[in-house]
């Protein structure tokens, strides 16, 4: 049985998850409470209609920012675009929540998910990278800063490679800033291309209890 949650702000152990690596449903939304699941491992994950899902999947996706992969033909691209951080956070979530995906009806990125991560944005708990060209938004990816762990939610591209140098060069600063890995959640093709790799649930867990609480930079956000 899956828990529920009640409205004591708490999480099951996420080494409890289900085979598909949910911990619980239910609950709410609240800065304390998406905040407390990131620091456990869990993230809120869910479509419409049904109720909020909270994951930490076995195996689960990061990548470490020395291993990092920039290929030549994307390293060429950089140039092409302005990267900006933290100037269009509503703009990029909104944007994110609207591409389509192969494979996915609709989105996960619900009204209330929106709100509930521009109020961590306001918070100073969620950034976003922007691309852009010629004062255009044409790209970009959001997540959540946990100690000197970025956890990745989304990203979008209107114009082919946006997105990729947002990545590339938000890794590049997360390296200066003090940041260790990321966190992809997800096993994808993609960015494993970019050197993200696979570990355990368990080796996961171990690796952001030991810096979860690090402090890093967050001027280079501002």
Not at 91 to 96: D, N, P
Not at 166 to 177: I, K, M, T
Not at 180 to 194: E, Y
Request: with cysteine; proline share 5%; hydrophobic share 40%.
């Amino acid at each position: 049985m899956i828990p529920r949650l009640s409205h004591h702000l708490s999480f099951p152990s996420p080494k409890s998850a289900s085979p598909e690596g949910i911990v619980a449903y239910g609950g709410d939304l609240s800065p304390s409470r998406i905040m407390l699941a990131y620091r456990n491992g869990i993230f809120p994950w869910y479509s419409a209609g049904d109720p909020i899902l909270w994951w930490s999947p076995d195996p689960r996706l990061i990548l470490e920012l020395e291993d990092f992969k920039l290929h030549r033909s994307l390293r060429k691209k950089i140039s092409h675009f302005e990267i900006r951080f933290d100037s269009a956070f509503s703009a990029v979530i909104r944007a994110c929540a609207q591409i389509s995906r192969r494979k996915q009806a609709g989105s996960w990125i619900l009204p209330e998910m929106i709100e509930a991560y521009e109020t961590l944005h306001a918070l100073g708990y969620a950034h976003s990278v922007e691309a852009y060209q010629n004062g255009e938004l044409v790209g970009g990816l959001y997540g959540v800063s946990v100690g000197a762990v970025f956890c990745g939610e989304s990203m979008f591209a209107k114009v082919s490679d946006a997105s990729k140098v947002a990545f590339a060069v938000l890794v590049d600063h997360l390296r200066e800033w003090g940041y260790r890995f990321i966190d992809c959640q997800v096993p994808t093709p993609h960015l494993k291309s970019l050197g993200a790799i696979e570990v355990s649930r368990e080796a996961f867990l171990e690796k952001l209890a030991s810096c979860s609480d690090d402090n890093v930079s967050v001027e280079g956000w501002r």
